[in-house]
């Protein structure tokens, strides 16, 4: 399993109890920040993980609550009949490029840099901030706060029955964004709906994705173009890292050092959260960490989060795990959006054949929320890896081309920066290793899947010579 697909926990802060007791919200908040991290050698590889014990210390009395002793030495309980596991279905959307900024989830946010330069271009979170400045910065983020998510939607997700449940990325602190993931949460009681907060990103980034808030191990390259030298150029996967817990050495494949500020940093974050959100009743969780990358030194992850397959939590009530997907039904680590190409049938085994995965987590920790899924079967969303950019060799089919999406922000009184996007112009720098934009008003999209043709199903070889629009009457994508 990739750990980079996994958020490997996620405390539960409410229960079919009702608001759960704050005491045992405090248990489950100070379970991480009371974990010491054992590694204390200025070599990462010497350092060895300190075992989760699954029995609590002999002098450990323990904390009684109403149906269950929880035990801070072993970060485990005793419960009775009534302690009843986390065991609720949850239906769940998220409210993603809310508070933590994607291109490829809020592109007209990001046309203002088209055609930018070295000192003129934010890719991510935090260069978006960086390149404006807090207060035009600021001023475009309280915008898109009150225009991406708002109470209609919270309502209309309610009324269609389909949702229960809201996944909440959050970022580091931005001025006043607080205040909206409060509005929010009031919304989410008032219509009967959770929120599972997500911590999405962390210092330096976990994972080196836009997603992790941060392009990390990026440069510009205009200055070692031999031709066309006019081009504003950049590399990012080539030498991308993620610094989060340390200073990650390339050549060597591992980290030379170990960031503990930063790590407590983080887990200061969840115990600020819990201290914060625990007694909201709209509150389902905290995912301590998303998609750490999957070269981070597994030892210290396994201490840093709640850790699943050591014992952690043994007993207690209300615990899930979240994996982290792309994939048409459920897995932990196979995204089918960066599978080869293949006819539509192999993407329906290979989503179906996850499920026996699904079940070893759920025998060996408990439930299993799905927090994200995607029916995607290919790469061709704009920006999906990257502004402006794209994995070498992706996307590995032609893609659909359809207008541009309107900026959502613009009103009579306000007009988003960069457009209406120029249908006058092609591709726009700077350019990565890879290639993804508008282009003459038209966007890349993920291709349509054509209806079955008589005695050329799906599993043969026809979707080869199928083009990426369907023709009329031919979309078969929603079959």
């Avoid at 203002?112 to 979170?125: C, K, P, R, W, Y």
């Avoid at 995912?287 to 043994?314: C, D, I, R, S």
Wanted: proline letters at 8%; charged letters at 20%; hydrophobic letters at 35%.
């Amino acid at each position: 399993m990739h750990i980079h697909s996994l958020a490997l926990a996620a405390t539960i802060l409410s229960s079919s109890h009702g608001v759960v007791d704050a005491q045992y919200a405090k248990f489950t908040g100070s379970a991480l920040a009371s974990r010491k991290l054992s590694d204390s050698s200025s070599d990462p590889a010497a350092a060895t993980p300190s075992p989760t014990p699954n029995e609590p210390d002999p002098n450990d009395p323990g904390i009684e609550l109403k149906h269950f002793r929880a035990y801070p030495s072993s970060h485990t309980c005793d419960s009775d009949s009534h302690a009843l596991p986390f065991n609720n279905q949850i239906r769940g959307v998220n409210l993603g490029g809310w508070m933590v900024l994607e291109p490829w989830i809020t592109p007209s946010l990001f046309y203002q840099f088209l055609d930018g330069n070295e000192t003129s271009v934010a890719m991510d979170h935090y260069s978006f901030c960086e390149v404006l400045g807090p207060e035009e910065g600021n001023k475009q983020l309280r915008k898109h706060w009150e225009t991406w998510v708002t109470e209609d939607i919270i309502r209309e997700l309610a009324e269609s029955g389909a949702v229960n449940s809201l996944r909440l990325p959050v970022a580091g602190c931005t001025d006043g964004a607080l205040d909206y993931v409060d509005q929010l949460l009031d919304w989410a009681r008032s219509y009967g709906l959770t929120v599972l907060f997500d911590v999405h990103t962390q210092v330096d980034s976990q994972n080196g994705f836009d997603n992790g808030g941060r392009t990390m191990n990026f440069e510009w390259t205009k200055g070692i173009n031999t031709w066309p030298r006019e081009l504003t150029t950049f590399q990012h996967w080539p030498i991308r890292a993620a610094n989060w817990m340390g200073n990650f050495d390339p050549h060597a494949v591992n980290y030379t050092d170990i960031n503990h500020e930063n790590i407590e940093h983080s887990v200061r974050v969840v115990q600020d959260l819990v201290d914060k959100y625990h007694d909201h009743p709209a509150v389902l969780g905290i995912e301590p960490v998303n998609e750490p990358w999957e070269l981070t030194p597994l030892h210290l992850l396994k201490q840093f989060t709640p850790e699943t397959w050591g014992g952690f939590m043994k007993g207690c009530p209300d615990r899930a795990l979240d994996t982290r997907e792309f994939i048409a039904l459920l897995h932990a680590d196979i995204y089918q959006a960066w599978m080869d190409p293949a006819p539509r049938t192999t993407f329906y085994g290979n989503a179906c054949s996850q499920k026996n995965q699904i079940a070893l987590m759920e025998r060996e920790f408990g439930p299993v929320v799905v927090g994200e899924w995607s029916l995607a079967t290919d790469n061709c969303a704009m920006w999906l890896n990257g502004f402006n950019d794209n994995l070498p060799g992706f996307p590995r089919s032609p893609c659909k081309y359809i207008p541009c999406s309107s900026p959502y922000m613009n009103n009579d009184n306000y007009t988003q920066p960069g457009t209406p996007i120029d249908a006058g112009k092609g591709l726009q720098g700077p350019f990565g290793t890879g290639m993804s934009g508008p282009s003459f008003g038209l966007c890349p999209v993920d291709r349509d899947w054509m209806t079955e043709r008589q005695n050329r199903g799906e599993g043969g070889t026809s979707w080869v010579m199928d083009p990426p629009e369907a023709p009329r009457g031919r979309d078969g994508t929603d079959e």
